[in-house]
């Protein structure tokens, strides 16, 4: 009972009179309740999040006018030139939907965040959170390497709350195998989305240019 009492303070501290050394340790640091760091966290990926739909949006303007000169060379019957235009829209796209998919992993992240605030379930409910924000930090790295070191940041913040949360709830030792299979699977369905969208969105390339391929876009 007084381990739950004390994960209770912690989650959402009640005012108490703390004594000269931590009343100075506290001005000098003040170490943030648990809720507030989810908070924070969760402002952090809808700032990620905008910058990814933000750099998608630049990709989308660009890939237009890639695509647009692919159909003036093919109506200037120039094969060379637009199949060299239709090998930049293709590698392009590859890029898009490799940001689409990291940008929707991002928002059930975000999702998952707010109904850990609202239940309370931190260690269970942000192990798997954790793991995904793993793998986007090396995925991104590679793609946009500023938000991906900004992915890191956030890790770090939700890493500590689970090893505080983990002390009181002792939850130390977590069955992480479970929580990297659901972390998979929120990678994949953010893969999944991301085709859907592609497929809405983007108009196909002639049959006479080479498309990036299942394989090919996954890499």
């Known amino acids: 009972m007084a381990r739950t009492d004390d994960f209770a303070k912690i989650w959402n501290p009640q005012p108490k009179g703390p004594g000269v050394v931590d009343k100075i340790r506290n001005f000098i640091n003040p170490p943030p309740p648990l809720r507030q760091k989810l908070a924070l966290a969760l402002y952090k990926l809808r700032v990620e999040n905008n910058k990814l739909e933000y750099v998608i949006h630049k990709m989308k303007e660009r890939d237009q006018i890639l695509f647009e000169k692919v159909v003036q060379a093919q109506i200037e019957k ?20 490799s940001i689409m998919m990291a940008k929707y992993a991002i928002e059930k992240v975000a999702l998952r965040l707010e109904t850990v605030m609202t239940m309370g379930d931190v260690v269970t409910g942000l192990a798997p959170v954790v793991a995904v924000i793993k793998d986007l930090r090396r995925y991104l790295t590679g793609l946009v390497p500023e938000i991906g070191l900004e992915m890191a940041e956030i890790g770090e ?4 709350v689970v090893t505080e949360a983990g002390e009181f709830t002792s939850f130390m030792s977590m069955p992480t195998g479970v929580y990297s299979e659901e972390a998979r699977k929120i990678m994949e369905e953010a893969r999944i989305v991301a085709e859907q969208r592609m497929k ?3 108009p196909e390339l002639p049959s006479a240019f080479p498309t990036p391929t299942a394989e090919n876009q996954n890499k």
């Open 200 to 202: 809405s969105e983007f």
């Open 157 to 160: 913040l939700l890493e500590s």
């Open 78 to 97: 120039d094969q060379t030139r637009a199949a060299m235009y239709a090998g930049e829209v293709a590698e392009l796209r590859k890029m898009i939907k």
